[in-house]
């Protein structure tokens, strides 16, 4: 089994186990949250550490292991990204594998099991993007919107559209959904691994908000910000955040 697939299998399986979990009725709110994350990531570490024993591991999940850093292949995984949203029985949540070689976003797979059974995308298997026309769509956080995605918003002209994970608002942009995702409020490289190797693989642009390339497996996991959008807009969207920034 190629390492794509083994991601798309792994990632698919994971979504069917937490929807099992979910539709069980034994749990309710931060309670299924939590089962969830204990089930997907046991099931996705323990894989994982079978079938490549040889590879370093990362998930949100597990106690990290300074071996990693020593790989040259790392294989990053968030069991459900979005556990709020996957807690309140909603579809905007995910399951991320991904893998990043020499510290770049390589491969992986992002399931979106709250759209149906086997809703999968995948690093080597690109779809083209839906065409869209008109003001640009951003994705924002339903809860937390950033400071800097609405004033970008506002000098583009363009919509807010509110989303759970960081998984299924990159997976927006490659479905048609919106065309800009910007984040500034923090994240850590299981949130965007596996959605950054999907979403370069589709063609979309893909860095920190000043341009400056994303790198994976770093001793501190902690990632400011994160820019994946249409690769139209992305010359517009990172002038913008400049004039934010230097405003600010």
Known sequence: ?????????????????????RTSGMFE??????????????FLVHALCAQRPNDGLLSEEEKD?????????????DPVDGTREYGEERSDWAVHVGMAVDGVATLGAVA?????????????????????????????????????????????????????????????VIRGEAD???HSGGQYEWDSCAPVAVAKAHG??????????????QADTYMPDL???????????LDAVGQVAAQA
């Open 1 to 21: 089994m190629t390492d794509a697939d083994l991601a798309a299998h792994l990632a698919e399986i994971a979504g069917r186990i937490l929807i099992e979990v």
């Open 29 to 42: 709110g931060k309670a299924l949250g939590k089962a969830g994350d204990q089930v997907a990531n046991q």
């Open 65 to 77: 292991n300074p071996e990693r850093q020593g790989k040259s292949r790392v294989w990053i995984v």
């Open 112 to 172: 979106l099991p709250g759209l149906g059974q086997g809703t999968v995308f995948r690093s080597d298997a690109p779809v083209e993007l839906p065409a869209h026309h008109g003001a640009p769509r951003l994705l924002v956080s339903r809860t937390r919107p950033a400071a800097e995605a609405l004033a970008v918003a506002e000098m583009l002209d363009g919509v807010l559209v509110p989303m759970g994970s960081a998984g299924a608002k990159a997976m927006a």
């Open 180 to 182: 800009i995702y910007l």
């Open 204 to 217: 979309l642009h893909c860095s920190r908000i000043d341009g400056s390339p994303l790198v994976y497996n």
């Open 227 to 237: 820019l994946i959008c249409r690769p139209e807009w992305a010359e517009r969207v």
